[in-house]
């Protein structure tokens, strides 16, 4: 079973402050992504990582595959109460039918 | 473009009751999921199919639950009997066709969910 440790579980910050969402597995995903969930809907993408190594920004979020292809982060910069919700990191694993395996997920409160 | 519908948006049942739900995908998208999240964890994949034919429902409680796509379209996740640990959110998700072997993906789409109350 190839699970994804997400950490931390929660996070309430003020706005203005930075923080790093970290996703971590034990298995090799050929791709991750980074989904945002807010209270009474479904997961919307954010982004996906298919390179070991890759960075990519979305406006304040910096996203990030490891070498290895095993974890990733999600920092956010300057974070604003519009951030808030259920971060969610999903792996791709080597079959090939789509099927996406979800970490536990993140809940971050951005306090204004 | 519309997205992905789902019916009813919330649901209290009685343990043994039955109950199903109802998912209607995005236009031209072939491949339809089922997740279920259970507060406080991540979605968990229950049933994938590529237009009615299932591709993956490893997970699947197939002793209480079951689901259907019949024309390729619509689908209906039914649970019967009902479990107090069912009590979940169910969420529907749909994507262009899956390019099997190729390692390609298509980015899925999820609907808002039905909240199952099991009490």
């Known amino acids: 079973t190839q699970l994804l440790e997400q950490s931390p579980q929660f996070l309430s910050i003020q706005e203005g402050e930075n923080l790093t969402v970290y996703c971590n597995s034990s298995?090799?995903?050929?791709?991750l992504q980074w989904y945002r969930q807010e209270p009474g809907e479904g997961p919307v993408l954010l982004v996906t990582?298919?390179?070991?190594?890759e960075v990519k920004k979305l406006k304040r979020l910096t996203f990030q595959f490891g070498d290895a292809r095993k974890d990733s982060s999600l920092h956010i910069t300057a974070a604003q109460p519009g951030d808030t919700g259920l971060y969610l990191c999903?792996?791709?694993?080597?079959?090939?039918?789509?099927?996406?395996?979800f970490g536990q997920g993140t809940t971050l409160q951005v306090k204004p | 473009e519309a997205g992905v519908a789902q019916s009813p948006r919330y649901k209290i049942i009685e343990k043994r009751q039955s109950v199903a739900f109802w998912c209607n995908p995005i236009?031209?998208?072939?491949?339809l999921y089922w997740y279920q999240q259970i507060l406080g964890q991540g979605p968990k994949l229950l049933i994938q199919?590529?237009?009615?034919?299932?591709?993956?429902d490893s997970q699947l409680p197939k002793d209480r639950f079951s689901a259907e796509r019949l024309k390729g379209v619509d689908s209906t996740l039914k649970i019967q009997p009902a479990k107090l640990e069912d009590s979940a959110v169910y969420l529907c998700?749909?994507?262009?066709?899956?390019?099997f072997g190729t390692g390609h993906y298509y980015e899925q789409y999820f609907g808002p969910g039905t909240r199952l109350t099991v009490t």
């Open positions: 998700a749909s994507s262009y066709t899956t390019s």
């Open positions: 298995s090799v995903f050929s791709s």
């Open positions: 990582v298919v390179t070991g190594g």
């Open positions: 999903a792996g791709k694993h080597g079959s090939n039918t789509g099927k996406l395996i």
């Open positions: 236009s031209g998208h072939a491949t």
């Open positions: 199919f590529q237009n009615n034919g299932v591709v993956d």
